[in-house]
């Protein structure tokens, strides 16, 4: 919640569109951490080498973490760790960001400016609605999804965990796009995607293989 500590784990490009946000949404950012930091600073905030279960001990107590991995792995990876550590998880909604009504937002689930999630969709844990994405109503978006800039959901869309949506794609009514899938950047997704698959094109259509 806004003015509780924050910790930020992860020090690159989408780590500091976290923090932006975060700040502008109130919340106070304590630390940022990284396994391995290339960094000493984003946004003026220092960053700190640790790994996921030592976050606790290096940020103190009271506070909640979320992750700032644009990569879904490496976020569900990290967030085990933080969630075997006994660290409680934020959700971070950029002030521009429009929820509507009976939205449901997981704990960790990031909306970055623009974003638009609309009446009786769900956003996973750990999931990414990124800079400008929409997603209509009655949407399941499962958990470590990244939707990227300029994504559009139409409304009963389905998304299963770990799946990344390309920037400037879109998806059509009540469509099914299966767990850990790709969905290239500007495809048009007008039929069901199965799980693992890579789509590309308008239509979407599997990605030959090499």
């Not at 971070?92 to 999630?117: C, N, T």
């Not at 869309?157 to 059509?172: M, N, S």
Request: proline share 6%; charged share 15%; net charge neutral.
């Amino acid at each position: 919640m806004p003015g509780t500590r924050l910790v930020i784990y992860g020090a690159g490009g989408h780590a500091k569109v976290v923090l932006d946000a975060a700040r502008r949404a109130g919340w106070d950012v304590a630390r940022v951490l990284d396994d391995a930091p290339r960094v000493g600073q984003i946004l003026g905030v220092s960053v700190a080498a640790a790994t996921p279960t030592e976050v606790a001990a290096v940020a103190g107590a009271g506070l909640r973490a979320i992750v700032g991995i644009g990569d879904n792995r490496a976020r569900e990876r990290i967030a085990a760790g933080l969630a075997a550590a006994g660290v409680e998880f934020a959700t971070v909604v950029h002030p521009s960001a429009v929820v509507g009504e009976s939205v449901v937002l997981e704990p960790g689930a990031f909306l970055a400016a623009g974003a638009i999630v609309n009446p009786d969709s769900r956003i996973g844990a750990h999931s990414i609605v990124n800079t400008g994405a929409s997603v209509d109503h009655d949407c399941v978006v499962g958990p470590f999804v990244h939707l990227g800039p300029g994504v559009h959901l139409c409304g009963g869309v389905t998304v299963g965990i770990g799946t990344l949506v390309g920037v400037g794609a879109c998806a059509t009514p009540y469509v099914g796009i299966g767990e850990w899938a790709v969905v290239g950047a500007g495809a048009a997704v007008v039929g069901a995607v199965g799980p693992g698959e890579q789509v590309v094109g308008v239509p979407a259509r599997a990605r030959p293989r090499d």
